[in-house]
């Protein structure tokens, strides 16, 4: 099975293997399925989870790391300003200026800081909505499929989760 192939893909492969499976007579929803190339959908599956875990993290860890950057630079351009506004206070038009280039200077980077951040929390909030969306769909599609291989299988133990309650 090739790595790349993704979890949605294998999901599809398992669904398609349970769909076109062979139905047992007088069985009405039952059929037959080659339990060791379910098992190794499945297996895949599970390899891949922690691949899609790791990738938000990543993109949470690449959002802060865009933040820290964006409030250093911001944090440099209003040095400038206060160094620049220093050097002019000696005349009088000369600090009016200065103050109003570094109140603008301030404001401007208070802004692109702002902007920056909400740029990366959209992003990285839309990452992380595609990323728990494609887990939980995996899930769901996992749950479902054990649940009909469990009733091919014969096996008529409840679920794990009802089990534990």
Do not use: H
Request: hydrophobic share 40%; with cysteine.
């Amino acid at each position: 099975m090739n790595e790349n192939e993704g979890i949605l893909e294998l999901i599809e492969m398992l669904y398609n293997m349970i769909s076109d499976a062979w139905g047992v007579p007088l069985g009405q929803d039952k059929c037959l399925v080659d339990r060791e190339k379910a098992l190794d959908l499945i297996e895949e599956i599970k390899a891949q989870l922690p691949a899609e875990m790791a990738e938000a993290k990543r993109l949470v860890s690449a959002r802060d790391e865009f933040i820290r950057n964006a409030k250093k630079e911001a944090e440099s351009v209003r040095k400038l300003a206060e160094e620049r506004a220093r050097k002019l206070v000696e005349e009088q038009e000369i600090v009016r200026a200065a103050k109003a280039r570094a109140e603008e200077m301030i404001a401007t980077a208070d802004n692109k800081t702002r902007e920056l951040r909400k740029a990366a929390n959209e992003y990285v909030a839309e990452s992380l909505q595609s990323a728990e969306e494609s887990v939980t769909q995996a899930l769901e599609l996992i749950r479902k499929s054990r649940g009909r291989f469990r009733s091919v299988a014969g096996n008529v133990a409840p679920p794990r989760e009802q089990r534990e309650q």
